[in-house]
């Protein structure tokens, strides 16, 4: 059997609308910026071409590419 390793242990969150604005808008903001590092991240250390695109809740545009051609090169496979 498994025993936990002693200190803090995240709990799960329940996935459901952050009802307080200002609340929705800090936890959107710092997920946001966790997104867009973790993205960065993958890019580094796999040498992967990758790109991310957000949009928040009043449409404005968020955005990460490792490359100026990954949207280029996605182009071609959605089309």
């Known amino acids: 059997m498994l025993k936990a390793i002693s200190g803090m242990v995240r709990g799960k969150i329940q996935m459901k609308k952050i009802e307080n604005g200002t609340s929705r808008q800090v936890t959107f903001s710092k997920r946001r910026s966790g997104l867009l590092k973790k993205a960065y991240e ?9 790109a991310v695109i957000v949009f928040s809740q009043n ?3 968020y955005e990460f590419s490792s490359s100026e051609y990954v949207f280029l090169h996605y182009s071609k496979f959605s089309a």
Do not use: F, I
């Open 42 to 50: 993958l890019s580094v250390l796999c040498d992967a071409q990758v």
């Open 59 to 61: 449409g404005r545009l």
